[in-house]
Nanobody, 124 residues
Framework: QAQLVDSGGGLVQAGGSLRLSCAAS????????MSWFRQAPGEEREFIAA????????RYSDSVKGRFTISRDDTKSTVDLQMNSLKPEDTAVYYC?????????????????WGQGTQVTVSS
């Protein structure tokens, strides 16, 4: 049974940093796209970053480009999201997701596996 477990959220002041981690287990994720989404209260789930498990190419939304970095660790089977220069508008629940394929889709419905989410709150 494939499973994604998100961790690393918390409360941080504007301008600060957090590192989220997604632990992937239960199957081999080579050939998968691993992505991070976020959802603020009353908003739709938003794509923010993706990485190909094999090869490591990345894609970012304009809202986080230059501030967030996605990476994966094959030995630990984790996908991390380093978030710098955080803003209050980054406040949301952050979710790791996985889909089989080579294209980093931005639509949540195209993802098969999801983590449980981790809350990130940025105070002004």
């Amino acid at each position: 049974q494939a499973q994604l477990v998100d961790s690393g959220g918390g409360l941080v002041q504007a301008g600060g940093s957090l590192r989220l981690s997604c632990a992937a287990s239960g199957r081999a994720f080579s050939g998968y796209i691993m992505s991070w989404f976020r959802q603020a209260p009353g908003e739709e789930r938003e794509f923010i970053a993706a990485i190909k498990w094999s090869g490591g190419s990345t894609r970012y939304s304009d809202s986080v480009k230059g501030r967030f970095t996605i990476s994966r660790d094959d030995t630990k089977s984790t996908v991390d999201l380093q978030m710098n220069s955080l803003k209050p508008e980054d406040t949301a629940v952050y979710y790791c997701a996985a889909r089989f394929g080579t294209i980093a889709r931005m639509t949540p419905a195209e993802y098969t596996y999801w983590g449980q989410g981790t809350q990130v709150t940025v105070s002004s």
